[in-house]
């Protein structure tokens, strides 16, 4: 009956428990890096080393070296801490924009949610990836901008579901037996809205985790995403790009390391979906 | 009868806002497209004539191209302009935007066709089998190849069936510039990669819709009229199950948009989406301008045909009640 | 199929029942709250009875009747025992011999006729689809013997109903659209589970006529599976009542209604509540100087809609008013405004003297507790996820308590409305229907209020637990003086507690007077219409 077992018991189906194994190795990988990477990920050393070949000096490079020498492997376990550390700080603030606006188009309606729909709506019409270009054309590549691309790009969606969740629960009578008693609007919206809809949030949080951190990929692969000389998966595969055929190892290595880390995501999202529909639910 | 031409009424009234709300929403967008493109006009001059130009240089360019008008006025004439046909000049290819951005926006849409044409009765076809009978073999095994080829951005897709089919089979091109004329073959690669990230999304939706249907009071009574399991499926649920994947399937179209872009930078198909992605390397002002409009006309189109076509498809909604309940008078 | 048809003829005298049910048992899946839906039960139907099975929720009785059509819900299997049509058993069939008998000669017509109608397909279709699966006829033919049923269905405009979407058809009308489907191939046996219960009484009232005169001038034979013995005393010729899956009782109808043997049987029918009033509340007593609530003049419109049209009223404290409508007559709307959760277009109300609805701020916060609401959905009336003890808690801290009285409180609370202690604990997912509804009422008296609104509060229970929370609140009624305003569609409900009644339709109230006088002698047409679609007026 108790909601931890639920959850532990949902993690325990083999799906689940794959992605959960692939996103807890790589959250490991990101917070200890500067202990697992063998090199420095910025250092030069001999250029374009297929993997497992030795240096000169008799170290090995598991992965190879880029075109400026440097250590694949190495690169590879920074820009995990890159991914994990953009893309959370991204998705985070799209949570918190999309969350408030959400609960309050859902709860008052009229013109506030008017208002907010239709600011919704505009940037919905873009297709994603052209309104990341405008605005990282706009204002620059940097870690900064991709979070607000990303918080303008993820926010409405968050909005959306937010604000159709509000309005049904709106309609509940539990809603109703509040307001009737007097109980302020701020502690309807916080104390019985928000935590009947967690469940459906945790699901999408897992979900557009994985989707940020495509979107710093695709950035990063456009050549507009975080400047060099910063370990990004998505930079390493733009880098690489022009030496594929004869130097595969520079874009698979990257692309196999996003993949994984999404499909973890992925994977966890849907072992999550059957407790976090429980979650909220009566009866 | 009068009720009839009230629903008609109904069904006009709602187009009409269905159509305000397109052009409000057109209005705003490039409202926020120019202001954060051209709300700074020293930025412009930078990007029209490159950062090597001297202070001097950008301020004669400014006032001769009437950039010291108030931001309002400037973008009412460029409003005004862009409807008129008028796009200005790319600074990069010195060409008429106009011209440079049709036959790109052709062979894109040649792409997106063709990969649509893949994605649309793969992704149904395999939600409608997965969904009917949930729980089964088959739904998990499409349940797992959806999330594994959702997973999956576009750019690594193309890497790994590139290494695959180019680098070591060697079976396919790895670009696709259509250099010498159309070849089917140099499409197969761009098409793959854009089905493998769609088809999973189309077939989860249908499988999931299909999944609801299939548990609603309707289809027990069609079983307890002594229908066929299969006459079921065919007659009653997927008439039924189809009209949301359908609607899903147009608000697809823009997320299909982003993988064409990067998809046709992967394979250097010599599309809109690399017009575009060459005027956000070049800062090319008026071209991103061009493209990005563009770009949301599609999608908001797609919306409102998305919006009739559910509409039309669902009895329970004014459009066929009002015409059926017409035929019956 | 030749054999099968040999076999029916053979059985064709009138000793062998049309179907028979012999030691019927059906597992649940594991880890349900019992091992068996239906255990070892047994009946048989005769040519052109109807047979009622009666029960409470989970009594059992759904899962008996999927397994007849040989269609148990997911999950359920048949485990034991043997179902035979004349004298053919149904139980080994394959599949494909199944679609030969379903809706050919057994049938069945459902609880929500809207949902159990495919919504993209004309009814007219639909109908003509049972002559596709199960005779060979032309569509000509087809489509004129669907018109013929449709018109036998004593539906207006055949040709139009035909055309008809379920959606553009009102309740009662897609019930008869799924009447003539069943019936289409002249079943032997036609299965009916709870076909009124989502129904308005007065369309209930029809419907069980329609069904009756199907036995009585067609000679169909009828399995009816009910949860309201009122329903069964109006068509019930024999009766089967289960409990927990097993059937613990059967005999004849009058048998059972008035000499019943089961003490479970006994108590289901002592839960029915009966037309007449309790003798020692039937008038009003002596009027109090002031009403606690005055309505005067209320009306809500939208659009050209007037939900609710200049209603007024006086309720004075520890008496009973009861609000009796049916679905749509703007009762609902009315107990809203009361509690401000709508606004009404024109009128006022006042509470102990004081304009309730233009209140604001601590003035308002002070006088809400005065007016609260027990709700209609036990499910949604709770939020999933506090216990119950803190929702009581967090009303008596609104009321003004303290953190810690309040907490005293909620345990008071909860042994006033008769619920253990040890259910302070848990959340709402923990409690049965009819526990929630005591916790909604403790929610409700821990704002001290003077009247107390129930929206529809009983219509969602068992007939036992509806029996006790009337018994509970006549109780707190007594000891706390409250007044209770009672929003119901049951009229029988509405006799039990009320001291006075109001009837509304169509936004209107139509005839309000003291209980018994309108139950006795109706002025209203509308009121009688009511009073006589009331299932059950022949129980004593």
């Given at each position: 009956m108790s909601t931890k077992h639920v959850w532990l018991k949902a993690l325990a189906r083999p799906t689940p428990a794959i992605g959960a194994l692939l996103v807890g190795g790589w959250l490991v990988i990101a917070l200890l890096s500067h202990a697992l990477a063998p090199y420095d990920p910025f250092h030069s050393m001999v250029p374009l080393m297929t993997p497992g070949a030795h240096g000169p000096d008799g170290s090995v490079f598991w992965l190879g070296t880029d075109s400026l020498g440097r250590d694949v492997l190495s690169r590879l376990i920074y820009g995990a801490r890159t991914v994990v550390v953009v893309a959370t700080v991204a998705t985070l603030t799209a949570y918190a924009v999309g969350i408030s606006t959400g609960l309050l188009a859902g709860y008052f309606r009229g013109r506030v949610?008017?208002?907010?729909?239709?600011?919704?709506?505009?940037?919905?019409?873009?297709?994603?990836?052209?309104?990341?270009?405008?605005?990282?054309?706009?204002?620059?590549?940097?870690?900064?901008?991709?979070?607000?691309?990303?918080?303008?790009?993820?926010?409405?969606?968050?909005?959306?579901?937010?604000?159709?969740?509000?309005?049904?629960?709106?309609?509940?009578?539990?809603?109703?037996?509040?307001?009737?008693?007097?109980?302020?609007?701020?502690?309807?919206?916080?104390?019985?809205?928000?935590?009947?809809s967690s469940g459906p949030l945790i699901v999408d949080f897992c979900l557009r985790l994985g989707y940020s951190a495509i979107t710093m990929g695709v950035l990063g692969f456009l050549g507009l995403g975080l400047p060099p000389p910063t370990p990004d998966w998505g930079g390493m595969v733009n880098e690489g790009r022009t030496l594929a055929f004869a130097f595969p190892h520079l874009v698979l290595f990257p692309?196999?390391?996003?993949?994984?880390?999404?499909?973890?995501?992925?994977?966890?999202?849907?072992?999550?979906?059957r407790p976090a529909s429980r979650l909220g639910k009566a009866g | 009868?009068?009720?009839?031409?009230?629903?008609?009424?109904?069904?006009?009234?709602?187009?009409?806002?269905?159509?305000?709300?397109?052009?409000?929403?057109?209005?705003?967008?490039?409202?926020?497209?120019?202001?954060?493109?051209?709300?700074?006009?020293?930025?412009?001059?930078?990007?029209?004539?490159?950062?090597?130009?001297?202070?001097?240089?950008?301020?004669?360019?400014?006032?001769?191209?009437?950039?010291?008008?108030?931001?309002?006025?400037?973008?009412?004439?460029?409003?005004?302009?862009?409807?008129?046909?008028?796009?200005?000049?790319?600074?990069?290819?010195?060409?008429?935007?106009?011209?440079?951005?049709?036959?790109?926006?052709?062979?894109?849409?040649?792409?997106?066709?063709?990969?649509?044409?893949?994605?649309?009765?793969?992704?149904?076809?395999?939600?409608?089998i997965a969904g009917m009978r949930e729980g089964s073999f088959v739904d998990r095994l499409v349940s797992v190849f959806a999330v594994v080829t959702t997973s999956i951005p576009e750019f690594a897709s193309a890497v790994f069936l590139t290494s695959l089919f180019v680098f070591w089979l060697g079976w396919l091109p790895g670009v696709s510039t259509m250099a010498d004329g159309f070849h089917l073959r140099e499409l197969v690669l761009p098409v793959s990669v854009l089905t493998l990230y769609s088809a999973g999304y189309v077939a989860r939706m249908t499988r999931s819709s299909m999944v609801e249907v299939m548990q609603s009071p309707y289809?027990?009574?069609?079983?307890?009229?002594?229908?066929?399991?299969?006459?079921?499926?065919?007659?009653?649920a997927l008439r039924n199950a189809l009209i949301t994947p359908v609607t899903v399937i147009m608000l697809q179209i823009p997320w299909l948009m982003s993988g064409v872009i990067v998809v046709e930078v992967f394979?250097?198909?010599?599309?809109?989406?690399?017009?575009?992605?060459?005027?956000?390397?070049?800062t090319d002002i008026y071209l991103i301008e061009a493209c990005t409009m563009i770009s949301v006309v599609v999608v908001v189109l797609t919306q409102v045909a998305s919006d009739l076509l559910y509409t039309w498809l669902n009895p329970r909604m004014s459009i066929r009640t009002a015409r059926t309940a017409a035929g019956a008078k | 199929m030749r054999l099968a048809r040999s076999i029916a003829v053979q059985a064709d005298d009138e000793t062998v029942p049309i179907l028979a049910v012999e030691r019927l048992s059906i597992a649940l899946p594991k880890g349900a709250d019992r091992a068996f839906a239906v255990e070892d039960a047994s009946l048989e139907l005769r040519r052109g009875e109807i047979l009622c099975v009666v029960g409470e929720s989970g009594s059992g009785k759904s899962a008996l009747s999927g397994a007849i059509m040989g269609a148990p819900a997911s999950g359920l299997k048949v485990v034991g025992g043997s179902v035979r049509l004349k004298g053919q058993e149904l139980t080994k069939l394959s599949e494909r011999a199944w679609c030969r008998i379903r809706g050919n000669r057994i049938a069945m017509i459902f609880q929500e006729p809207m949902a159990s109608l495919n919504p993209a397909v004309p009814v007219g279709l639909q109908i003509m689809e049972v002559f596709e699966l199960h005779a060979k006829l032309s569509v000509a033919e087809r489509r004129e013997r669907?018109?013929?049923?449709?018109?036998?269905?004593?539906?207006?405009?055949?040709?139009?109903?035909?055309?008809?979407?379920?959606?553009?058809?009102?309740?009662?009308?897609?019930?008869?659209?799924?009447?003539?489907m069943a019936l289409a191939m002249n079943p032997e046996v036609l299965i009916a589970d709870e076909p009124t219960t989502a129904l308005d009484v007065t369309t209930q009232a029809q419907v069980l006529k329609l069904i009756r005169e199907l036995r009585t001038l067609h000679g169909h034979t009828i399995l009816f599976i009910t949860h309201d013995f009122g329903v069964v005393a109006e068509i019930a010729d024999r009766i089967a009542v289960m409990r927990h899956g097993r059937i613990i009782e059967m005999g004849e109808a009058r048998q059972v209604l008035t000499q019943p043997q089961h003490p479970y049987t006994r108590e289901l029918l002592a839960a029915v509540p009966s037309l007449v009033p309790p003798t020692d509340q039937g008038e009003v007593m002596a009027p109090a100087a002031k009403p606690v609530l005055a309505v005067t003049g209320l009306a809500k419109s939208y659009g050209r809609v007037h939900a609710v049209n200049e209603i007024s009223f006086d309720l004075e404290r520890g008496t009973t008013l009861s609000i009796v409508g049916e679905s749509g007559c703007g009762k609902s709307s009315l107990a809203r405004i009361l509690v401000r959760l709508t606004a009404p277009t024109a009128g006022r109300v006042d509470v102990n003297g004081k304009c309730f609805l233009t209140l604001t701020g601590g003035e308002l916060r002070s006088s809400c507790r005065a007016v609260q609401m027990i709700f209609q959905d036990p499910f949604g009336s709770l939020n999933p996820l506090r216990t119950a003890g803190a929702v009581i808690a967090r009303a008596a801290v609104l009321a003004g308590a303290d953190v810690r009285t309040a907490r005293e409180r909620a345990g008071e609370l909860f042994d006033r409305v008769g619920l253990p202690r040890e259910g302070l604990q848990r959340r709402p997912a923990a409690f049965s229907g009819g526990q929630k509804q005591r916790i909604g009422i403790a929610r409700a008296l821990a704002m001290n209020p003077d009247v107390l609104i129930a929206d529809e509060s009983l219509s969602a229970l068992d007939a036992s637990s509806q029996a006790q929370i009337l018994a509970l609140l006549r109780k707190l009624q007594n000891e706390l003086g409250l007044a209770i305003l009672l929003i119901t569609h049951d009229l029988r409900v509405a006799a039990q507690i009320s001291h006075r009644i109001a009837v509304m339709q169509a936004g209107r109230i139509v005839e309000i007077g003291p209980a018994g006088r309108v139950i006795n002698s109706p002025e209203h047409p509308y009121t009688r219409e009511l009073l006589e679609s009331a299932p059950g007026r022949g129980l004593v």
């Open positions: 949610d008017i208002a907010l729909s239709f600011f919704a709506n505009v940037i919905l019409s873009f297709p994603v990836l052209v309104l990341y270009i405008v605005i990282i054309v706009a204002l620059g590549a940097s870690a900064a901008n991709v979070v607000l691309a990303v918080t303008f790009g993820s926010a409405p969606a968050i909005f959306r579901i937010v604000r159709a969740i509000t309005i049904e629960l709106r309609s509940r009578d539990f809603i109703a037996a509040a307001i009737t008693q007097g109980e302020s609007t701020w502690r309807i919206l916080l104390v019985e809205i928000l935590p009947n692309c196999l390391a996003i993949s994984s880390l999404v499909l973890g995501l992925s994977l966890l999202a849907d072992g999550l979906r | 009868m009068s009720a009839a031409s009230d629903l008609s009424g109904g069904v006009s009234r709602w187009l009409l806002r269905k159509l305000f709300g397109m052009l409000l929403t057109m209005l705003a967008v490039s409202f926020l497209v120019f202001a954060v493109l051209e709300l700074n006009v020293d930025d412009v001059a930078v990007k029209v004539l490159g950062q090597f130009s001297t202070a001097d240089q950008r301020h004669a360019w400014l006032v001769q191209n009437g950039y010291t008008a108030p931001f309002l006025w400037r973008y009412l004439r460029w409003i005004g302009e862009f409807v008129t046909g008028h796009w200005g000049t790319s600074t990069y290819y010195r060409e008429d935007v106009l011209t440079l951005i049709a036959p790109r926006l052709a062979a894109s849409g040649l792409l997106a066709g063709a990969a649509l044409l893949v994605i649309v009765p793969l992704g149904l076809v395999m939600g409608v289809i027990r009574t069609a079983r307890l009229k002594g229908n066929s399991m299969r006459r079921i499926i065919v007659r009653h394979f250097a198909y010599q599309g809109f989406g690399t017009l575009l992605y060459q005027a956000a390397l070049n | 669907a018109l013929a049923l449709i018109r036998s269905m004593q539906l207006p405009d055949p040709e139009r109903i035909a055309a008809s979407f379920p959606h553009q058809l009102s309740g009662g009308q897609c019930q008869r659209v799924i009447i003539a």
